[in-house]
């Protein structure tokens, strides 16, 4: 393969939203690599998922220690990715990686103890050839170990300068508001909390969006296709090759039920009358909340990320429309 040399219009394409009350913008799509870049993934392929998505102005890839399968190797292909060309633009770049979900045995290799993080962000950075990562996120909390321990972890990685910002992911609203004043007592603000958001997944909104924009902390949503429920490639049964079918995969196939069809169905009319595949509009409707900084997509094929970066076209919804997709959202079938 060419040395890759990136597209010099890329920032034209794309729009950067600031995050919370911090000096970084994000992409409004960014790439997520949990999925499509592990050892059981084909590099020639992933790469050019990579190089589209920089290409296209997404400047965000996010990362975690045990995105693969198997664990690790999501990180170790980007290291590689970045050697090959993609890592003379460091700079235009926000890396992030997490720690918190099982990585390796044993009582240090979870959760939110000091001993485990710290350990786990060298790694990272190994695998990926780093000197610091963007990002580095607790994962999910922890019940067992005091937020306190979890926190000035965090707050110490960036003093190392192993981490420029700091984040959480997973945290109810409550754990949040704690997590941000112990980071805020450390004089390291919390950049970000990155939530599961989607129109199939909502618990955020009560509460957790609220806190945030109050807080000035960004909030970037991942699976927002609902892993590829929120698309139309479950109309018609579940395709080979597809997450649901793959044994690596983490959709389920009984996720992918009569009732949640139905309302994808319901939900692709909509999104066709709006010129728009389900993908995009699934997309756009988290991007019309300006708290909303950013949205993580994974993506299997270069034709998938390009269906996703589409969605910027048209984040604008009439009234009309957003009453409808309510109507379907929160329809009872049976
Ligand atoms: N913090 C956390 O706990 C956490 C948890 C989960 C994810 N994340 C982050 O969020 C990122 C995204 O999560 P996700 O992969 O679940 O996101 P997603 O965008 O909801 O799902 C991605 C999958 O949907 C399908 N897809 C994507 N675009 C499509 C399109 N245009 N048309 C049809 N199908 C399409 C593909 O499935 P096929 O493989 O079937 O083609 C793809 O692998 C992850 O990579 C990770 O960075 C974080």
Known sequence: MEYYKADPDRYDKMTYRRCGRSGIKLPLISLGLWHNFGSVDVFDHFIKIAHTAFDHGVTHFDLANNYGPAYGSAEENFGHILKRGLGAYRDEMIISSKAGYDMWPGPYGEWGSRKYLMASLDQSLKRMGLDYVDIFYSHRPDPETPLEETMGALADMVRQGKALYVGISNYNAEQTREAISILREHKVPCL??????????????????????????GLIAFSPLEQGLLTDKYLHGIPENSRAAKSTGHLQRSQVTPEAIEKVRLLNTIAKERNQT???MAISWLLKDERVTSVIVGASSVAQLMDNL????NTQFAAAELEAIEKVLQSKLT
């Open 192 to 217: 970000i909390h990155q939530a599961r958001y989607s129109m199939f997944d909502r618990w955020s909104e009560p509460d957790l969006l609220p806190l945030l924009e109050k807080e000035g902390v």
């Open 278 to 280: 389900l993908a995009e």
């Open 310 to 313: 589409n969605a910027l076209k």
